[in-house]
């Protein structure tokens, strides 16, 4: 992975980082510019934590690795190519994310929003990592759907943000056991999920499509249905990652 530290760096030596604010990645949402002058109080771990980041990048094996390379074989050519923004600079909740610009797919993380409980020493952003490179490994099967009707953006979601998340979830997919706790949170996201896809009133369709994978995360009602149906049937994965996107909400709904 190739690594872009440059806005990070002049912030950890106290520059001025407004310079920064026309960059591109703080330009990508619609006619918005969301740069927000960061506080320098956070210099100090923010500078911890920048190292820290630094060496798990240059360390980094995604997390489940065998199914990573089996559903995505060219995962290792895809993470070498790409390039990682460390930045400051975003407002809450943009911590990590992939953008676009000129065609090209980038990671960017936001050291501020990542907190400095990151700087636990139980916390990799290896989690983080997986999760975004699987949606781009993902998007080179299947790009995201120009002028989608409201169901296909549905589908989308579901199965885009639902392999994300449910791959880069577990510390071993092979182990892992669905509880009664996640049972309830499916069946929770399953019936917000059923009442989206019946939706019919415009304003009400819109809302839907914000919150599919926004907000609290158990309330990301689609992205949360995606990731617990895959875990839920974990030993066909890979044929559903191959069935494709179209049509995957209904598979959810009816458990297929």
Not at 22 to 39: E, L
Not at 223 to 239: S, V
């Amino acid at each position: 992975m190739k690594i872009d530290d440059k806005i990070v760096l002049d912030y950890i030596e106290a520059k001025d980082v407004d310079k920064y604010s026309d960059h591109w990645i703080f330009n990508c949402f619609g006619a918005m510019n969301i740069f927000s002058t960061p506080d320098q109080k956070n210099i100090p771990w923010v500078k911890k934590l920048y190292s820290k980041l630094i060496e798990q990048i240059h360390n980094f094996e995604p997390r489940n690795y065998s199914t990573v390379k089996r559903i995505f074989p060219n995962f290792d050519r895809i993470a070498l190519e790409y390039t990682i923004f460390l930045v400051v600079g975003f407002p809450d909740p943009y911590d990590a994310m992939v953008l676009e610009h000129d065609g090209k797919n980038y990671m960017v993380f936001d050291l501020i929003q990542f907190g400095e409980e990151s700087l636990n020493n139980d916390y990799s952003c290896h989690r983080v990592l997986t999760h975004e490179m699987i949606h781009l490994c993902l998007a080179e099967d299947y790009p995201a759907p120009r002028s989608a009707s409201y169901i296909e953006d549905l589908d989308y979601t579901a199965f885009n943000e639902g392999f994300a998340h449910a791959i880069s979830f577990p510390d071993d997919m092979g182990s892992f056991e669905f509880d009664d706790y996640l049972e309830k949170r499916f069946e929770a996201a399953k019936r917000t999920l059923e009442s989206a896809l019946k939706e019919t009133d415009t304003d009400k369709q819109a809302r839907y499509l914000r919150t599919a994978d926004t907000g609290e995360y158990w309330d990301k009602f689609a992205a949360i249905a995606g990731k617990l149906y895959l875990l839920k049937n974990k030993d066909r994965i890979d044929e559903i990652y191959h069935a494709g996107w179209r049509g995957f909400a209904n598979k959810i709904i009816r458990g297929v």
